[in-house]
């Protein structure tokens, strides 16, 4: 057996960080085994389906590095399709048509909430004989479902989940303007893909009685079935927008890798012993179904950061680089030093220890990527004081005999300043940061300095000296 899987959203908003990892446990799960990760766009809800919302999840699923096989498939696509599948099980006699009114169906439900039972179709018209058929009414499809036994999931997360059958009421398949129900377009499409495996979201566990009575009364084999348990917040609730952050793109935004995003969503509710840093290929080889909790797994915002300083770290520097480039022109309109890229890539590895996302590196490495004077920060300027301004005019010169410019010699000269004029080295250290970066804090000043060069430097330190004081 070929293992094939599917994701399945619906397209109707943004790509929810748990769809993520539903993709995710799937796409590894097919490439553990060598088989097909498909991808199935639910999109007959037509009121609520968008091309942004796909454009988001197919942008979504690329960001993520997962990839899937072959075209997507759209369900609205295939209703004729559906609308067969139905006609098919009625033709069998699996199936049968229902008149009952709207009229009728108010009724059912009221007397049932009257008496507090379960809202129930009650099979009214399972075995009239359709020549009783009102006239104008037009029928839905239902299936005849069995009414004694129960239906048994062999749920490879949950164990064996059972549900009485007479607790499940006779499911409305093609509706009465024709259009088929989420359930058949469902199993009809899964057992058109050849999916031998439907790993989702536990919310869906109760559809999945309905859709193996579905699979029985077309006599098609039966996938298995794992539901994970759905992502918590903090406080225990399933994770919504009163949360935070729940959709994927916004993660993206805040400047999160796709590596941590991944191998972090994996760990949330699967595990390799202690394992936390587990990679691609690492997860491809070692990713199975019997690993996935049983219970929710909460969402830690705070560990997700660390992961993703960890792949800051350690990603390829020619990806980060292209990463801040681009993000940094963005920022600055595109108004980069000629150097933007070769001082980054000189500077990256002392930015990246000190950030733990994107965004963070972007804004540290600003100083880097624009020439000229730069407006320091309210920390940087309070270090200009009128002192320090005639401290750089005094170095400036220095800074033009500084030879090699290299990080060594840089400091050997200004450390010399420093004892000739009785200075601390901070005297001097404090306001040439100040110029050069804009901030308090920085990668190492000397190496900073190294790296933008002599004359952006001297353009820097003398824009501060000459500068008004705060
Ligand atoms: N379209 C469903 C959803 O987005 C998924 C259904 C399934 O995976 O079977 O929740």
């Not at 007959?44 to 096989?69: E, K, P």
């Not at 920022?331 to 980069?336: A, D, F, K, S």
């Not at 804090?441 to 705060?470: C, K, W």
């Amino acid at each position: 057996m070929t293992v094939t899987v599917r994701f399945a959203p619906s397209p109707t908003g943004f790509l929810h960080i748990g769809a993520a990892r539903t993709a995710l446990f799937n796409f590894l799960f097919a490439r553990r085994h060598g088989g097909s990760f498909l991808l199935r766009i639910e999109d007959t809800d037509r009121a609520r389906s968008t091309q942004a919302a796909v454009d988001t999840i197919l942008n979504g699923l690329r960001w993520l590095g997962l990839d899937w096989d072959g075209e997507p498939v759209y369900q609205f696509a295939r209703a004729p399709r559906h609308v067969e599948a139905a006609r098919q099980l009625l033709a069998a006699g699996k199936a049968y048509l229902c008149y009952a009114t709207p009229q009728e169906l108010e009724e059912m439900r009221r007397d049932a909430r009257a008496q507090g039972r379960p809202v129930r179709y009650d099979g009214r018209w399972r075995d009239r004989d359709p020549s009783e058929a009102p006239e104008g009414v037009p029928p839905v499809i239902r299936l005849k479902a069995p009414t004694t036994g129960e239906t048994r999931i062999d749920d490879l997360v949950q164990g064996a989940v059972t549900v009485p059958n007479e607790q499940l009421d006779d499911m409305v398949l093609l509706r009465a303007d024709g259009t088929p129900t989420y359930m058949l377009a469902c199993v009809v499409d899964d057992y058109d893909m050849a999916i031998t495996h439907v790993i989702r979201g536990d919310d869906h566990l109760t559809n999945t009685f309905r859709q193996y009575q579905l699979y029985q009364a077309f006599g098609w084999p039966v996938p298995q079935f794992a539901h994970i348990p759905l992502i918590h917040g903090a406080d225990g609730q399933k994770l919504s927008k009163r949360h935070g952050a729940v959709g994927l793109e916004e993660y993206r935004r805040q400047g999160f890798l796709p590596e941590a995003v991944c191998n972090y969503l994996l760990r949330l509710g699967w595990s390799h012993g202690n394992d936390e840093i587990i990679g691609r290929e690492q997860a491809i080889a070692w990713f199975d179904l019997d690993h996935i909790g049983r219970s929710p797994a909460r969402f830690d915002i705070e560990k997700l950061t660390s992961l993703n300083a960890h792949y800051l770290r350690s990603a390829d520097p020619r990806q980060i680089v292209r990463l801040l480039l681009a993000e940094l022109s963005l920022r600055c309109n595109g108004t980069l030093a000629p150097t933007a890229e070769e001082r980054l890539e000189k500077g990256l590895d002392s930015l990246r220890e000190r950030a733990k996302t994107v965004n963070e590196l972007c804004a540290n490495a600003r100083f880097y990527a624009v020439d000229g004077a730069v407006t320091p920060d309210a920390g940087a300027a309070a270090l200009l004081t009128a002192d320090a301004r005639t401290r750089l005019g005094a170095v400036v010169k220095l800074l033009g005999q500084v030879q090699p410019w290299r990080a060594e010699a840089i400091e050997a000269v200004m450390r010399e300043a420093c004892e000739v004029r009785g200075w601390k080295l901070k005297d001097i250290a404090q306001p040439l940061r100040a110029a050069v970066t804009g901030a308090k804090v920085s990668p190492p000043l000397f190496e900073v300095m190294e790296i933008l060069g002599r004359e952006e430097t001297i353009v820097r330190v003398e824009g501060a000296a000459g500068a008004e004081a705060p």
